[in-house]
């Protein structure tokens, strides 16, 4: 069972002014999947708290994939992405263009993401949309592909081909 932290960025809604239900979206898929759910954090949109936040997660192996929610659009204070590469080790191009891909079957605003993705030790960050129904479709996508890559990660797994 693969431990899961989910880090919500919102300004508003760390100081109590918004309800955070991507968060909630999250955590039903996750459930749902057969995952753990070993953290959940409701910080504000700043740079360095994201990348603190991330880096204790990561380093005290609290998680072995963190879904971020949040922070990836055209606002200034949209720094997920950033802080997010900043901390991570190699990057994973993949899982955000997938998402991307998918998302602009739906709408043409995916094309507006930043999202990224990366590791850092053995934690898998993802950045997901702050949309409740953009994160629902995006990781429901993606949740099927992800056990395989972090059996990858962890060391539980060691072959990618398929037969």
């Given amino acids: 069972m693969f431990k899961v ?3 919500c960025m919102s300004d508003k809604g760390s100081k109590g002014e918004r309800e955070d ?15 753990k759910i070993t953290k959940k954090v409701l910080i504000s949109d700043d740079f360095q ?6 880096i204790e997660i990561c380093d005290n192996n609290h998680a072995d994939l963190i879904l971020t929610t949040g922070g990836t659009g055209f606002s200034k204070r949209d720094v997920t992405p950033e ?5 991570i080790e190699k990057r994973v191009p993949g899982i955000p263009e997938a998402i991307r891909a998918y998302s602009l079957t739906i ?17 898998l960050i993802i950045n997901m949309p702050g949309s409740p129904k953009a994160v ?4 429901t996508y993606i949740i099927s592909e992800l056990k395989h ?15």
Wanted: charged fraction near 30%.
């Fill in 107 to 123: 709408t043409k605003r995916a094309m507006l993401s930043r999202a990224t993705a990366g590791i850092r030790k053995d934690t």
């Fill in 5 to 7: 932290a989910i880090v």
């Fill in 149 to 163: 890559g972090l059996e990858i990660l962890v060391g539980s797994a060691s072959e990618c081909a398929r037969k």
């Fill in 83 to 87: 802080a997010t590469e900043e901390i």
């Fill in 136 to 139: 629902e479709e995006s990781l």
């Fill in 21 to 35: 239900i991507s968060t909630q979206v999250i955590e039903k898929i996750i459930l749902e999947n057969g995952y």
């Fill in 49 to 54: 708290k994201i990348k603190d936040t991330l």
